[in-house]
DNA sequence: GCCAACGTTGGC
DNA sequence: GCCAACGTTGGC
């Protein structure tokens, strides 16, 4: 079955425009140093699962397009690398800590703003909204998916 | 297994 | 830059 997600990036380091220019659109999710978050992405996405791309810790948080999912899980290199940010000394290449997928961006969308997603009733339970939600990758069900694909039509 | 200290996230 | 909220670490 088809699942949706919504999965936070920094437009400072992979914006939804960076995405669409990156080469056959996917990117890969690199970088989630969180256990839930990688569960979500070892464990539970499948290729083809929708996802909303949302921009964050930047001057207008929100939703910036849409995407899918484009790759099973594989370990993310970067976890292996001494001089990277996300190095993880705890991790080997025989028993990977950090599993990531690939992203393919599709469309880029009208900004969906954070306050907006915050005005809708219907959007109430929506994980990012949620008081104190850190998490970077979310699941969205169905009916949010239904809602938000509407609000970024009008 | 508890829990204090510390680090990170992310909107504002 | 602030700060609430949450996750992780590590001593015990």
Redesign the pocket.
């Known amino acids: 079955m088809k699942h949706y997600w919504l999965m ?1 990036s ?1 437009p400072g380091e992979v914006s939804i425009d960076d995405a669409l220019n990156a080469r056959q659109q996917t990117v890969p999710w690199t ?1 989630v ?4 978050a990688r569960n979500f992405m070892r464990d539970a996405m499948q290729v083809g699962d929708g996802v909303l791309f ?5 001057a207008e ?2 939703i910036a397009g849409l995407a899918e999912v484009a790759s099973g899980p594989y370990p993310d290199d970067t976890q292996f690398d001494a001089k990277s940010k996300y190095f ?1 000394a ?1 991790a080997t290449p025989e028993s990977p800590r950090w599993m990531m997928v690939d992203v393919r961006a599709l469309q880029k969308t009208q900004l969906l ?3 907006e997603l ?1 005005a809708q009733a219907s959007l109430e339970d929506l994980l ?1 909204l ?7 990758i979310t699941p969205v069900t169905p009916e949010q998916w239904r809602c938000i694909i509407k609000l970024l039509h009008k």
């Open positions: 936070k920094e970088g140093r969180n256990y839930q949302y921009h964050s810790s930047c948080p929100g993880d705890k703003p954070l306050a915050r990012i949620k008081r104190g939600n850190r998490l970077s």
